[in-house]
């Protein structure tokens, strides 16, 4: 008979410890390492054809063409690898490639100006550079925020649950924390 209620308070305790975990959602789907080699190579072979295309063009035009293809490869190697890591700091990292890249092409598209025209087309792409950086560490720093909430909501849940099980005892509290403890990462 002893036994018998021991098995039921078991139950009992892994039916309260089960109620207590939240449905997983989904992760970010990342690439295979194979498909990320094939698309870094296939991402190489592009820049190298249209580095070869610029030489077909003369003076600034020629610096605007491989500035171009310089940026293309850039922001699409990273790309590739925020599509095969998933990592906030990688999404980040794509917006300031960008932002980088642009500006180095718009800089280079000023060459073809002189004086004054020179000088605030230079600014121009300057100032939209640092507008969006501005916006890739703004994003960075929502994103940063939006981890820390939910850190913290992950700590709530883990002391509700753990309350939860100080109302079983013995074994059934032990297997009901252990639970708890797994589910929220508190070994």
């Known amino acids: 008979k002893k036994s018998s209620m021991s098995k039921i308070k078991l139950i009992q305790a892994a ?14 789907q990342t690439m295979n390492k194979a498909d990320f080699k094939a698309n870094k190579t296939r991402i190489s072979a592009d820049y190298k054809t ?9 003076g600034n035009a020629r610096d605007i063409c491989q ?52 000088n605030v087309c230079v600014q121009e792409a300057k100032a939209a550079e640092k ?21 913290e909501k992950t700590e709530a849940d883990y002391k509700v649950a753990h309350e939860k099980c100080d109302a079983l005892a013995g074994e059934a509290k032990a297997s009901c924390v252990t639970a708890a403890k797994g589910k929220f990462g508190k070994h």
């Open 50 to 58: 249209d580095k070869a295309a610029c030489k077909a063009q003369t």
């Open 67 to 118: 500035e171009e293809a310089k940026a293309k490869e850039k922001v699409a190697l990273a790309e590739l690898e925020y599509s095969y890591t998933g990592k906030a700091a990688d999404r980040n990292k794509v917006a300031v490639v960008k932002a980088k890249t642009a500006y180095e092409v718009a800089k280079e598209r000023c060459d073809d100006l002189a004086g004054n025209g020179k």
């Open 131 to 151: 507008k969006a950086l501005a916006d890739a560490k703004m994003s960075q720093e929502i994103g940063d925020a939006k981890k820390d909430a939910a850190s």
């Open 15 to 28: 039916s309260v410890c089960a109620s207590l975990l939240p449905l997983t959602g989904a992760y970010a």
